[in-house]
């Protein structure tokens, strides 16, 4: 039977996705689901992974990256669970210590965080040539990779059972439950790849979300091969940057984004 490993990204897509596949596809591929944990999900991120892998019985594997600052080799992993799972960035964080701070130029957070630590994860149980699942859905063309077959990765909400987002949330609004984010607050709590005006929302809500990328460019500005100080957001924006300008705002004149997937969608993929 052909192995099938499925990128559990925590996001209502991706959860759709996954029990579409269990009810429909167990019979023709050899299954796991992985949900890679980057340490800043958000806890209602966490809380759904565990609620869909205990109602659906998906022996969900949850893996945190794992940095080897002496070695010249990508992110390595280890198994975590509900409740021994990183929730302070401790995976993020030593990632940033050898790469440096992640943003538009330097997008290498998800290849750490996520892509490299599910590969580590599949050589380690042989699965180094099986297919990966990702939730990119019909209505998300541009997000097909077009090197996807040579990756081996496949779609199956835009390829096998073509599915877009009212389709999700339909489907969702008929279950017991379900992940209970805003639209524009997502998987990651403060996500460099989020437009200026979702960010600016986030900090007026929670600005104690963004204590941590405060932090990392505090101590982390110079780490790095860049060679430059570096920040995390748009145009040079530092995280203060955006809780400065969130100070700034009424909160009468926030407004949601009219392109809900500009730069960050529900989920960050890890393909």
Not at 88 to 114: A, S, W
Not at 247 to 256: A, I, K, R, Y
Request: net charge negative; aromatic share 12%; charged share 25%.
């Amino acid at each position: 039977m052909q192995k099938l490993l499925v990128s559990f990204s925590g996001g209502l897509t991706s959860g759709y996705m996954m029990r579409r596949l269990m009810l429909d596809y167990a019979a023709q591929y050899e299954m796991v689901f992985v949900f890679a944990n980057t340490g800043q999900e958000n806890e209602k991120t966490l809380r759904f992974v565990d609620r869909c892998d205990r109602e659906w019985n998906a022996s969900v594997v949850w893996i945190e990256a794992v940095t080897y600052h002496d070695d010249r080799k990508s992110s390595g992993h280890r198994i975590v669970d509900f409740t021994t799972a990183s929730r302070n960035g401790e995976p993020f964080e030593q990632v940033i210590k050898k790469y440096g701070i992640p943003n538009k130029p330097f997008p290498h957070c998800t290849r750490e965080l996520k892509r490299n630590a599910i590969n580590s994860f599949r050589t380690s149980i042989g699965w180094g040539d099986c297919l990966s699942a990702i939730g990119i859905r019909a209505d998300e063309p541009k997000r097909v990779k077009p090197s996807a077959e040579k990756e081996r990765i496949v779609y199956p909400l835009a390829h096998w059972f073509p599915t877009n987002k009212a389709m999700v949330n339909d489907w969702w609004e008929d279950q017991p439950f379900s992940l209970g984010l805003k639209s524009y607050e997502g998987n990651c709590t403060w996500c460099w790849k989020k437009s200026g005006s979702k960010l600016i929302r986030i900090a007026t809500e929670t600005p104690e979300v963004f204590e941590f990328p405060s932090r990392m460019e505090e101590q982390y500005a110079m780490a790095g091969p860049s060679g430059q100080p570096q920040v995390f957001f748009r145009g040079h924006q530092s995280a203060k940057d955006i809780l400065a300008t969130a100070n700034l705002v009424h909160p009468g004149l926030l407004f949601e984004d009219p392109d809900e997937d500009a730069g960050c969608g529900e989920s960050c993929e890890a393909f």
